[in-house]
């Protein structure tokens, strides 16, 4: 069984700018946007994935992700609910952590926001100067949450 373990923040200046990757940009949107569980179709880069999660219990839930070919990928964008979530990821890494920061574009343009996956809840975590408010609880900062309540709104 899969398991993602995540924290969320927000991001409190743009320093972090200087150690990230050069980004990926990413499309996804949700045929099942339960929460109770997901069923997501991603394109990054040219990369297609299906991702199925189960409910969050605290910071972990469950999770399996699949490669799926590009063009059935862009297919079952065409069915999902929308808006579609833009996004662009970038990698930063920090205090030996990979954190993966996304800056919203389209109906969340203005939202950017920090993950990082741990092993285990209780991990303890160094976190970076440009780490903001934790918000892994809350359930508007849930890509599936973003469909029917854009940042935009707000």
Known sequence: MGIEIERK?????????????????????YLNSNKH????????????????????????RQEFEYDIPLEEALSLLELCEKPIIEKTRFIV??????????????????LLLAEIELKSEEQALTT??????????????????????PFKNW
């Open 9 to 29: 923040f927000l991001l409190k200046n743009d320093s972090w700018k200087n150690k990230a990757d050069k980004g990926t940009s990413i499309k996804q949107g």
């Open 37 to 60: 569980r997901t069923v997501r179709v991603r394109i990054a880069g040219a990369s297609g994935f299906l991702t199925i999660k189960g409910k969050n219990e605290h910071l972990t």
């Open 93 to 110: 890494s920090d205090h030996g952590n990979d954190w993966e920061v996304d800056v919203f574009g389209g109906e969340n343009e203005g």
């Open 128 to 149: 970076p100067n440009w780490i903001g408010e934790e918000v892994s609880t809350d359930e508007r900062y849930y890509n599936s949450s973003l469909i029917a309540n």
